[in-house]
T-cell receptor, first 116, second 115 residues
């Protein structure tokens, strides 16, 4: 079955530390990849997406992610986190199938806490 | 705010009652998706609807759950005879078309608590 794994469930960092959140998926075909962020009590907001082209994708708020097809990975990075980055981060994949390309498969999320 | 609107934000029901969750998609969006997030888990796809059509309900429990997206008005996720295990956050998302190249936009969710 298709699945998305986020290996870090809870991450605690100090401000200015670098961040990398892992995301691996299991699907051998074409995929679209996303990272969403959910601030406390708010809806999911799109951080960045990858459909095709340059595997290094830049998103909002200084985040970037790299798609490594051979590793089925789409890790999220930020060189220097801020206290305001405290949130939950979700990796999501949409496999492209014959029945359509719409069904998000989400990871379980990573809760990031940034200490001021 | 022209985003995806869900109401209510919080809903409390007793076991055996019915829960109705509403979702108004973003303006111009005709595709609606419902997801459920259980505690400590990621969002799980439930159903995909277009106006007056259920496209994919493969993630819906076989009993007690139903969804609709009428020609007029919001999409409704209906849970009959709720049980404690239905306690979760239910998120609605919308897109202007099949979201392969169009990210889905999410609402704030409805947090359902069953007493």
């Amino acid at each position: 079955a298709q699945s998305v794994s986020q290996h870090n469930h809870h991450v605690i960092l100090s401000e200015a530390a670098s961040l990398e959140l892992g995301c691996n998926y299991s699907y051998g075909g074409t995929v679209n990849l996303f990272w969403y962020v959910q601030y406390p009590g708010q809806h999911l907001q799109l951080l960045l997406k990858y459909f095709s082209g340059d595997p290094l994708v830049k998103g909002i708020k200084g985040f970037e992610a790299e798609f490594i097809k051979s590793k089925f990975s789409f890790n999220l990075r930020k060189p220097s986190v801020q206290w305001s980055d405290t949130a939950e981060y979700f990796c999501a994949v949409i496999p492209s199938t014959t029945s359509g390309t719409y069904k998000y498969i989400f990871g379980t999320g990573t809760r990031l806490k940034v200490l001021a | 705010n022209a985003g995806v609107m869900q109401n209510p934000r919080h809903l409390v029901r007793r076991r055996g009652q019915e829960a109705r969750l509403r979702c108004s998609p973003m303006k111009g969006h005709s595709h609606v998706y419902w997801y459920r997030q259980l505690p400590e888990e990621g969002l799980k796809f439930m159903v995909y609807l277009q106006k007056e059509n259920i496209i994919d309900e493969s993630g819906m429990p076989k009993e007690r759950f139903s969804a609709e997206f009428p020609k007029e008005g919001p999409s409704i996720l209906r849970i009959q005879q709720v049980v404690r295990g239905d306690s979760a956050a239910y998120f609605c998302a919308s897109s202007p078309r099949d979201s392969g190249n169009q990210p889905q936009h999410f609402g704030d969710g409805t947090r359902l608590s069953i007493l």
